[in-house]
């Protein structure tokens, strides 16, 4: 069965570095996603990207992030100085049509800025 | 008043129970309903979708009030596989590329 993949499972980075997380989409699916869950709170959007471009963002995405697709298959975030409130579990999706359809996640990268 | 909200929970209930979880949504032009299902530390997966007319999935029924902007998700036959946390999902008229999630309602199924 076709699955979102999310690298690394786990980063540990120090405040101010920058990190990027990686994800490979389900390869039919033309919508991509990242969400983060802080531990203990609920699922949160933060970016849809389609056609190559951002399609929607929510104001946690500030300027300290960014998305990109570099080829066919990779679906990264950027982070460019980590805080410690960046400390969070980082869930990649993707949809085969826009987001009100299933969207699969990734099993997410959990990422943890000391 | 938050966008999706759920009753945290959590529910205990023995195996065999039938256990109901409601949602309400702030917004009245939304769109599309989903509950999504979320293990301890896992990704969340789509449990089913949530339609007008209402729908059911073999033990799990799913039904959607507009008019009061509530959502309800039931569970007949608990089993001890059902222990997670259940989303309830919203995608507002506009946002058509992001999921609202609330934040969950836990239910631990018990021998």
């Known amino acids: 069965e076709p699955e979102v993949t999310q690298t690394p499972s786990h980063q540990v980075t120090q405040m101010g570095q920058e990190v990027i997380l990686r994800c490979v989409p389900i390869s039919n699916h033309l919508y991509f996603y990242w969400y983060r869950q802080i531990l203990g709170q609920k699922v949160e959007f933060l970016v849809s990207?389609?056609?190559?471009?951002?399609?929607?963002k929510s104001e946690i995405f500030d300027d300290q992030f960014s998305v990109e697709r570099p080829d066919g298959s990779n679906f990264t975030l950027k982070i460019r100085s980590t805080k410690l409130e960046d400390s969070a579990m980082y869930f990649c999706?993707?949809?085969?049509?826009?987001?009100?359809?299933?969207?699969?996640f990734g099993q997410g990268t959990r990422l943890t800025v000391v | 008043r938050k966008e999706v909200e759920q009753d945290p929970g959590p529910f205990n209930v023995p195996e065999g129970a039938t256990v109901a979880f409601n949602c309400t949504y702030s917004n009245s032009a939304s769109q599309s309903f989903f509950w999504y299902r979320q293990d301890c530390r896992k990704e969340p997966k789509l449990l089913m979708s949530?339609?007008?007319s209402g729908n059911e999935d073999g033990r799990f029924t799913a039904q959607l009030n507009r008019a009061s902007q509530y959502i309800s998700l039931l569970i007949r036959d608990s089993k001890l596989s059902d222990s997670a946390t259940y989303l309830c999902?919203?995608?507002?008229?506009?946002?058509?590329?992001?999921?609202?999630f609330g934040a969950g309602t836990r239910l631990a199924v018990h021998p």
């Open positions: 999706a993707s949809s085969i049509n826009r987001g009100d359809t299933e969207a699969f």
């Open positions: 999902v919203v995608v507002f008229s506009g946002g058509y590329n992001k999921l609202i």
């Open positions: 949530v339609y007008s």
């Open positions: 990207f389609y056609n190559n471009e951002i399609s929607e």
